[in-house]
Each structure stands twice: as C-alpha cells, then as structure tokens.
C-alpha cells in the first residue's frame, strides 16, 4: 500500500543546533501532518499544512519549529534551535484530501535525541 | 472533536475474537469513528473507520451502536501480531484539514 517515508530513522544533535526532519509522503496527497511522541506516552499533533501554508497547529508547535515543502519535495520539520525537551520520535502523516472521510498514512517515524 | 472512552487494556489469546468497545456519547452528526493502531518504534497504522453503518475490511470489523454513542472493532483469529495500542478517535471536518487526536487506547496484549 501507498508509504510515507521518513528519513533519517534517528539522528542525535546537540543542544542548540538545527535540525530538519524529512518526510516524503504519498505522492499524490495535498495534506501533511507532524506528531510528536515521547516515549511512553500519546501521539501530540504538532501541525498540517497544505498548499504551502500552515493549515492549524498546537500549542507545542514552538516559534522555534518550521514547516515547509519546496517545489513538491520532502515535507520538513525543521527546529532551530533544538531544546532537551525537543527529544521525541517525530511521525509524519499525510492525506489524499483535508476532509474527515479521508485517512491518514503514518510513516515509521523519526527519533531525535537532543544531547 | 469529541472524547471517546476506552478501556486501559485487553488481553487475548491467538485464535481467539476480540471485542475492543469505545464510548463516544457526545459524537457529532459529521464525526467519523477511526481507529488506528500503533506498536512500538511504528507509526500508527489505519485499521478502520465508519460514519453509520457497520464496516469490515481484512483487518476488522467494525460495529456501531444505532445512535452512535458507541462502537466495537472485532477483531477474529488474532494472532501475536495484532498486539498493540488499539486507538478509537473521532474525526470531523475542521474547516478543510481534519487532524487526529490520538488518546491513551486499549493496549492490547495477545498470548501464545
């Protein structure tokens, strides 16, 4: 079935330093997700986006978060700069179509760990 | 959206049926019922969902009450597999970009 691919699987930063998470989604889908895990607890949606523009997000989508995806290419997530807290497993999703009979694919995630 | 109920956690023995309940008493008219699920170190996988009538799939079937306030997944012949964090979430239409939010879910455990 269709995939959503999220790469790197894991990666490790320093405190302070920039990252971007990539998440290349279904090909065909217009909308596109980011949750936030930490482990051992429920999935937090951080932010959807569509038609280059940031559709809605929560509280813990941080002014130091970013969304983008330029010219159809990956879907990134990039924080700048990185806090301790921001160490989770990072789940990128998208959709066929905003609407609520439309489901969401989920990729494999993102682990990042802020030393 | 509106809350769901579920159970902390199930166990099950493989072969066996399973019936996972959710309790949504305040679903709205244009609330889908979802349910992913989701093992550890994976992303949520989409198992079902319905609006009103019954669905079923490879995966599951799912049953809802008549006046929608609650729903079942059934799950036949479980195997090892199927062991995970089973999720029951509503979904309406927010303005064209309809998120999901996840709960808590019924972790369900299958032994050999």
């Known amino acids: 079935g269709p995939k959503v691919l999220q790469i790197p699987s894991h990666q490790i930063i320093d405190m302070g330093q920039m990252v971007t998470l990539n998440c290349d989604p279904v090909?065909?889908?217009?909308?596109f997700y980011w949750y936030k895990q930490i482990l051992g607890q429920q999935m937090e949606f951080l932010v959807n986006?569509?038609?280059?523009?940031?559709?809605?997000k929560s509280k813990l989508f941080k002014d130091q978060f970013s969304v983008e995806r330029p010219d159809g290419s990956y879907f990134t997530l990039k924080i700048q700069p990185t806090a301790l807290e921001d160490s989770a497993v990072y789940f990128c999703?998208?959709?066929?179509?905003?609407?609520?009979?439309?489901?969401?694919?989920f990729g494999h995630g993102t682990k990042l760990s802020v030393l | 959206d509106a809350k769901t109920t579920q159970p902390d956690s199930m166990e099950s023995t493989e072969g066996e049926t399973v019936h996972l309940p959710c309790s949504h008493a305040?679903?709205?008219?244009?609330?889908?019922i979802y349910w992913y699920r989701q093992v550890p170190l994976q992303g949520p996988e989409y198992v079902t969902h319905?609006?009103?009538q019954n669905t079923t799939n490879s995966m599951a079937f799912l049953a809802i009450a008549s006046d929608r306030k609650s729903s079942t997944l059934i799950l036949t012949h479980v195997s090892l597999r199927d062991a995970a964090v089973y999720h029951c979430?509503?979904?309406?239409?927010?303005?064209?970009?309809?998120?999901?939010?996840f709960g808590e879910g019924t972790k369900l455990t299958v032994s050999s």
């Open positions: 979430i509503l979904r309406g239409d927010q303005g064209g970009s309809a998120k999901l939010i």
């Open positions: 319905g609006l009103q």
């Open positions: 090909s065909n889908h217009l909308y």
């Open positions: 305040t679903i709205s008219g244009n609330e889908y």
């Open positions: 986006f569509y038609n280059g523009k940031v559709m809605e």
């Open positions: 999703a998208s959709s066929l179509d905003g609407g609520s009979n439309e489901r969401l694919f």
